[in-house]
């Protein structure tokens, strides 16, 4: 599913960072990667318009 807003940007990337453990061959490697071709997608493309992360805490 194609991430559409900030919100679906968000949930990608917490669901990304959660099967990041999981093996490549398994359907959760498999959506791990899907996961990551649309997060790139989404930056390709609204780059410009996203609002800065949160500054680094030293």
């Given at each position: 599913m194609p991430i559409s807003s900030e919100q679906d940007l968000e949930?990608?990337?917490?669901?990304f960072q959660r099967l990041s453990d999981?093996?490549?061959?398994?359907?959760?490697?498999?959506?791990r990667r899907v996961l990551d071709a649309d997060i790139k997608a989404y930056y390709a493309q609204c780059s410009d318009a996203l609002r800065p992360g949160k500054p680094r805490h030293e």
């Open positions: 949930r990608a990337v917490e669901e999981a093996p490549d061959e398994s359907k959760e490697g498999e959506r």
